[in-house]
């Protein structure tokens, strides 16, 4: 089993930046890849990003909404995974999770891909 715990969440003005941050614990041999997805009130889960464990390849959401304003990265050492978001929007205002696969399946993007995840982490934008 792998455990995820997400920190960094909180309430940011418009414009500003946040850095979420994943550490990982238990298993951590086992994860092939992270990602982070989000889900806002009365919304399905969202791709944001992803990064394989090893390699550090990274996959970003294509959407306009995120595009170009988030990083991901990963500090093997330290099992942890984070996401720099920059020029926050109200409408980045989401709960954010941590998600890790076991396997590479070829696909980061969809959240039934993902084998474990964490309890989430609030970001509130205000405008």
């Known amino acids: 089993q792998v455990q995820l715990v997400e920190s960094g969440g909180g309430l940011v003005q418009a414009g500003g930046s946040l850095r979420l941050s994943c550490t990982a614990s238990?298993?951590?041999?086992?994860?092939?890849?992270m990602g982070w997805f989000r889900q806002a009130p009365g919304k399905e889960r969202e791709f944001v990003a992803a990064i394989t464990w090893s390699g550090g390849r990274t996959y970003y959401a294509d959407a306009d909404s995120v595009k170009g304003r988030r990083t991901i990265s990963r500090d093997n050492a330290q099992n942890t995974v984070y996401l720099q978001m920059n020029s926050l929007k109200p409408e980045d205002t989401a709960v954010y999770y941590c998600?890790?696969?076991?396997?590479?399946?070829?696909?980061?993007?969809?959240?039934?891909?993902?084998?474990?995840w964490g309890q989430g982490t609030k970001v509130t934008v205000s405008s």
């Open positions: 238990g298993r951590t041999f086992s994860i092939y890849a």
């Open positions: 998600e890790a696969q076991r396997i590479d399946r070829g696909n980061y993007y969809s959240h039934g891909q993902y084998d474990y």
